[in-house]
């Protein structure tokens, strides 16, 4: 079955840029967004359709998706994005979700 | 604005059935895509369950499959999940979701409600 892998964690320096990834195979193919869940909180939409922003979210994040990986990109990075970050695609009536990446600011 | 409220979720024996629900406000639930999306203590995100707008397609994960069923009521505004045969791996946050443009190779969740805490134990 299609699977999301997701570095389990990372982190950043404040006010520096951070990527997190999401593989798999043809992702490139398929439209990619972005939740970030902090602790005791629901997940929040931070970025669908590969690159889109909500109404709502900074302008720090960002996305990408080519070939075989999506990226989610912090530039600037604050302290308060400190949290989990999961990738999810769409395949044929099925939701897929990345295992998570934890988010630390040093 | 836009809410989500789950309920139903509680301390259930294992092989118990549980059923949950989703009342939604602020939009109509016959014009989106639903989800249910569940969390185990400590990990990560897990699709359970979708239905259409028209709530004539069904999908469910495969660890699910047999043992829940999602349904709605339009004009009760309410979605729901059906849960028989819990075991210990069920014990998770159940979050309903709406799902945006969930066809062809898309779709995302706009809005989650709060979760509702399923616990399966003796």
């Known amino acids: 079955s299609y699977g999301l892998t997701q570095p389990p964690s990372v982190s950043v320096s404040p006010g520096q840029t951070v990527s997190v990834t999401c593989s798999g195979d043809q992702l490139g193919r398929k439209n990619v967004c972005w939740y970030q869940q902090k602790p005791g909180q629901s997940p929040v939409l931070v970025i669908y359709q590969d690159r889109k922003r909500p109404s709502g979210i900074p302008g720090r994040f960002s996305g990408s998706n080519s070939g075989n990986t999506a990226t989610l990109t912090i530039s600037g990075t604050q302290a308060l994005d400190e949290a989990d970050y999961y990738c999810?695609?769409?395949?044929?009536?099925?939701?897929?979700f990345g295992g998570g990446t934890k988010l630390t600011v040093l | 604005q836009v809410q989500l409220v789950e309920s139903g979720g509680v301390l259930v024996r294992p092989g118990g059935s549980l059923r949950l629900s989703c009342v939604v406000s602020?939009?109509?639930?016959?014009?989106?895509?639903m989800s249910w999306i569940r969390q185990a203590p400590g990990k990560g995100l897990e699709w359970v369950s979708s239905i259409s707008d028209s709530g004539n397609t069904k999908s469910y994960a495969d660890s699910v499959r047999g043992r829940f069923a999602v349904s709605k009521d339009d004009a009760q505004k309410s979605l729901f999940l059906q849960m028989t045969s819990l075991g210990a791996d069920d014990t998770a946050v159940y979050y309903c979701?709406?799902?945006?443009?969930?066809?062809?190779?898309?779709?995302?969740?706009?809005?989650w409600g709060q979760g509702t805490l399923v616990t399966v134990s003796s």
């Open positions: 602020e939009f109509t639930l016959s014009d989106y895509y």
């Open positions: 979701a709406r799902g945006r443009f969930c066809s062809g190779t898309s779709c995302y969740f706009d809005y």
């Open positions: 999810q695609a769409w395949d044929n009536n099925v939701v897929l």
